[in-house]
């Protein structure tokens, strides 16, 4: 009995003392921090990125909703929050990163992220008529998984993100299958983020304006050693020969065996923007038997790649079935896309051995707002 006296005496006197230490506890201050709202849409589609950062002596901001990427200096005002208005923009979504005192850092108001092998970004949307394409809407929904596998040929546990169709898990249907590829920098989230590619193929498939597929999007970028600047044509040729390995000898055989698959070239498709359109490239003229659909997204072969294609890839350009077996080669880039020299290269070397392939310049430069719109207009072409 005293033993419990003794343990109820403790607690109470606990109590006791937390209640008065919180009494003599300063109530906060309420900051401006506190009702700040960044980023904040505005009228005529202008757009207010804040930061409270009142012990800051810089601010900086860049996104892709510039069209030069020159840092955009924030203001601060009396009460230590720093502000700066873009726009008019057009309706779509929009990638950003804060700079503060030199250091990059993250908008803290805004917690939908685009991440990236060594990064993050900010990610802000501006509803519109533009974005209908790509918003989530209320229309049947398919699966979007991240999958784990382990890579014998890289020796780790590798992912890729898979989008099944509305009704694959209730069904016993067989689906073709699209191999979408992210660009350098990014990684497997890549597209089901920024990309809002689940998205955009469930609006797709519920206007009828698609088939019925299943999505693949692998983690493209390699494990390498840290290095400063572009890799040199070594390193290249390593990420591209560990690509296609990962990708023919890992990823295809994976999916094949654990999803309801076709698996002939007629069901099969390809896609892939800057690094990925790359790596598309030279797997579609490497392996021209396993893929009917080509898609080529604001790339070409870069650099030294060009002067070794014409030799590397000979079986395909010069094989006169190239054509018949392919349903849909598909090239498209922004008139101010910083690799159009590489993607005209690209399309003189395709001329030079009749390779036919469809082409489309749009407006913009190396942007997902360009990627998006793309995949938009690649998906209803597949599996006709």
Known sequence: MNRMLTSSGLL???????YQTLAQTPPRQPTPNDTLKSPKVLTDNRVAIQLYAPKASEVTVVGDFMTAMKPLNLTKDANGVWSVTVGPLKPDYYTYTLTVDGVRTMDPKNPVIKQGMSSLENV???????????????????????????????????????YTPPGYEKGTTKYPVFYLLHGGGDDDSGWPTVGRAGFILDNLLAAGQAKPMIVVMPNGSMPLPPSSG?????????MRALFADELLKEIMPYVEK???TQTNRENRAIAGLSMGGFQTLDVALSRPELFNYVGVFSSG??????????TKYASALNDPGFNKNKKLFWIEIGKDDFVMDANK???ALLDKHQIKYQYKETAGGHTWTNWRQYLNEYVPLLFR
């Open 12 to 18: 109470i006197a606990a109590l006791l003392l937390g």
């Open 124 to 162: 802000m949307a501006l509803p519109g008529a533009e974005t209908v394409f790509q918003d989530n809407r209320p229309v049947p929904h398919g699966e979007l998984r991240q999958v784990w596998y382990q890579s014998n040929t890289l020796g780790m546990a590798r992912r890729m993100h898979v």
């Open 230 to 238: 572009m890799p040199n044509p070594a390193a290249m040729q390593q």
């Open 258 to 260: 654990t999803y309801r």
């Open 301 to 310: 072969f870069f650099g030294a790649t060009i002067d070794e294609a014409e």
């Open 345 to 347: 290269k690209t399309m």
